[in-house]
């Protein structure tokens, strides 16, 4: 199926800014759903609030935009009830590390099979350019006009940390990673996560000063570099892309399924 086959055309053109990140990573999603050849039907996109959550606007699948942070709790009840379905969460900074943090912590911990795509832009970029847990140290944002003194979060560490079982890291500039990596965090069976840095010229680069999106995108070019790199060993402030855990472990809802019959024999008993 072609992949403007998985496209609301009605609700185009998009609302993102000019430059933004967030439609590459659309663009890698579908093209990673179209490798795979899923129907629309097997597929459901859950999302919460934010700039990266109106991706469940622009496509043809079953989606559920719900509320700020709890896009993960809802696609757990999607998965619990129609364990069959491809179940794939959108998230931002804050759905993901904010608001959204101890169900980010704990869909990792349980293992449950679905993908979780953050898209990191360091910024709130739909409600007016505040820091978030992922800005780090001296970004300027509305909010810290004198620049941000949080230590931010490692999404690939936290992830790991909290017991995922597929973690993967990329830029928009590295468009093909987008794509493999999604579609290899789809065909894992257990929790899946997939950071990608994104840019947000209006917010971030204004703050910033990185106004022109091509200056973002080279930052990408130049400051990441794959995992295990030996320009990682020379230069620590490198960002590592790649796959980082890549490990089979029991689902939870095969777990949870075991509980059903046991306790189903028990009450036939």
């Known amino acids: 199926m072609p992949v403007k086959d998985y496209i609301r055309k009605r609700f185009f053109p998009h609302i993102w800014c000019p430059g933004c990140g967030h439609g590459i990573v659309l663009g890698g999603m579908l093209g990673a759903i179209e490798e795979l050849g899923l129907k629309k039907k097997d597929v459901v996109m859950v999302s919460g609030i934010g700039c990266s959550s109106r991706i469940v606007g622009y496509v043809d699948f079953h989606t559920l935009h719900t509320l700020h942070g709890r896009a993960l709790a809802f696609a757990t009840g999607v998965k619990f009830s129609r364990p069959e379905l491809n179940v794939i ?24 099979n679905m993908t979780a795509i953050v898209m990191n832009n360091r910024i709130y970029g739909m409600t007016g350019g505040q820091f978030s847990p ?25 992830a790991r940390g909290s017991g995922a079982t597929f973690v993967a890291r990329t830029t928009v500039y590295h468009v093909n990673e987008v794509k493999d990596y999604i579609k290899k965090a789809i065909q894992h069976k257990g929790f899946s996560v997939v950071e990608i840095l994104s840019q947000c010229p209006t917010y971030f680069g204004r703050k910033n000063k990185l106004k022109d999106v091509n200056e973002m995108l080279e930052y990408f070019k130049n400051n990441t570099t794959p995992v295990g790199s030996q320009a990682k060993k020379d230069n620590p402030n490198l ?29 036939k008993g």
């Open 239 to 267: 960002i590592e892309r790649g796959i980082f855990v890549q490990i089979q472990k029991e689902e939870y809802c095969d777990k949870y399924l075991n509980v059903i019959e046991a306790a189903s024999k028990e009450v």
């Open 89 to 112: 969460v959108p998230m931002g900074d804050g759905d993901a590390t904010a608001i959204g943090g101890n169900h980010f912590i704990h869909a990792c911990r349980r293992n449950i």
């Open 134 to 158: 992922l800005s780090g140290p001296g970004i300027y944002a509305t909010t810290a006009p004198y620049s941000s003194i949080d230590y931010d979060f490692d999404i690939v560490e936290l």
